[in-house]
């Protein structure tokens, strides 16, 4: 029922992760009024980076094209993204 996660997909994930944390508190520090917006816009980049750079490799043959990298480096971005969402909340109500 349970497949193995391979190796390579950790690495999307975390990368996802890293991208979700960077792109969200960016988003939030442009947006700073509008949190629903900045997380959809967010969310809208993350997909089109861990996308984008799959049908690159498609297109021009450089390194192997796998969908379920892009949605490790998605489901890495969400997780990110929320990371992101928990750290600004803790900063603002602990007055840090």
Known sequence: ???????DKWKHFYVGILMGVIVQIIGIW???NQPFLSTIITLLIVIIISYGF???????GFGHYDFMDA???V???VAGMG???AVVWALSYYKI
């Open 71 to 73: 949605v490790a480096s």
């Open 1 to 7: 029922m349970f497949k193995k996660i391979a190796p």
């Open 75 to 77: 489901v890495g971005g």
């Open 54 to 60: 799959e049908l690159f490799s498609k297109i021009t």
């Open 83 to 85: 990371i992101a969402w």
């Open 30 to 32: 442009l947006l700073a």
